[in-house]
């Protein structure tokens, strides 16, 4: 199938290219607030933080199609020892712009993942109460929905061809609350100083909300992983992105001969460069 990709450089605090009601779908992950490893003091407090997913959340709002849905990966993050609870004000966040809260998805990484910290390590070394700090394989994928969908403004035939495999869904367990998914491997080339999250996570959400020939919006689209699975199962899509430099890695990733990109003037808003991301110094 032929499908369209484009590319916008800017900020998603503002979605002005997009029309009214024209997605239907969003899959983001947005920066973890100021996640130690990724994005340390990107932001200049957690209030800050909380307005640009609130704007953001506003202009997915208006874009998306009546009944449709936006899958938010976030997480709560740990940041000098406080604990912000990100998830909870997101969901607060949402609901105050008019999206209903629906469900709610663990993501269970491998036993074996510790990228973030061993914690627990501090119990081994002080094998007493109060030294427990466990060590976090968990995400979370919010489920929201603009009001309810309408099944039958879908035609058979695209009903038909967007079919979903019930060996699949029942093999690989898509039909619980956990979903276990390994993360994408530290050292991944495309995905350096991008704290991407595996092809599987964008693939399920996908097949399970949305048609072929629909259009998927990432605002936060980072490597491109979102618009690269759209691609490959047939559906168009649509990324916003603040660093400029991620455009190689994006078209690489999206491999589509039909790929716009749009760079919009910033005007207030700063692009971030990756040497920002990668050496935690400069923005331009
Ligand atoms: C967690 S990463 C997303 C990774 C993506 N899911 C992937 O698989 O590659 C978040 C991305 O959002 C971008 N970003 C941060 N603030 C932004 C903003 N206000 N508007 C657009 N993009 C932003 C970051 O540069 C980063 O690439």
Redesign the pocket.
Known sequence: MNTKHKIIF????SMAEIPVESIHLII?????FNAPF??KD?FKNYEQYLG?LKK?AKEAYRVLQKGRIFAL?IDDMLVNGEKYPITADAIKIFQSVGFRYRDKIVWKKPDGYLRISKRSGVLLQNPYPMYFYPDNLLESIIIFQKGKFNYRSISKEIREKSKIDKKEFQNNNWHKTIWEMTN?LPGSKL?KG????PDELPYRLIKLFSYVGDTVL?????????MKVANHLGRNSIG????RD?ESVIRKKVNSDNLEVIERNQGK?RF?TLDY?ENKKKVV
Do not use: K
């Not at 983001?28 to 973890?32: G, V």
């Not at 916003?240 to 660093?243: L, S, V």
């Open positions: 800017g900020n998603s605090m983001t992950s947005p920066p973890y990724d994005y990107l640009v953001m990966n994408v995905e991008v704290a991407a999250f990432d605002p936060f689209v980072g490597s491109g992983t979102t916003i992105e603040i660093i991620l808003y971030v991301i």
